[in-house]
Nanobody
Framework: QVQLVESGGDLVQAGGSLRLSCAASGVSFDKNHITWHRQVPGQQREWIATLARDDSTNYLDSVKGRFTVSRDVPKNTVYLQMNTLKPEDTAVYYC?????????WGQGTQVTVSS
């Protein structure tokens, strides 16, 4: 059974930093393509970052240069380092993996950035 658990969300002032974690069980992050997304209430969930199998990365333009995605293979965990946070980054953040053709999402972690 695949399970993803996000953590690390918090209330932070604009300009601050947070590191979100996404820990997996039932699937190896070493062999999968991982994506991070975020959602504001009343809006569609938005893709923000990809960590591919070959460790190449891709980012939404609005977070490029501020957010960094990485993985820790022994811990089977993916991270989203978020720097220079802005109030518009406020959202629930989710990680996703596709395993055997099926998408799996975590429960999300709330990030709130105050101005």
């Amino acid at each position: 059974q695949v399970q993803l658990v996000e953590s690390g969300g918090d209330l932070v002032q604009a300009g601050g930093s947070l590191r979100l974690s996404c820990a997996a069980s039932g699937v190896s992050f070493d062999k999968n393509h991982i994506t991070w997304h975020r959602q504001v209430p009343g809006q569609q969930r938005e893709w923000i970052a990809t960590l591919a199998r070959d460790d190449s990365t891709n980012y939404l333009d609005s977070v490029k240069g501020r957010f960094t995605v990485s993985r820790d293979v022994p811990k089977n965990t993916v991270y989203l380092q978020m720097n220079t946070l802005k109030p518009e980054d406020t959202a629930v953040y989710y990680c996703k993996v596709i395993h055997l053709g099926r998408p799996y999402w975590g429960q999300g972690t709330q990030v709130t950035v105050s101005s």
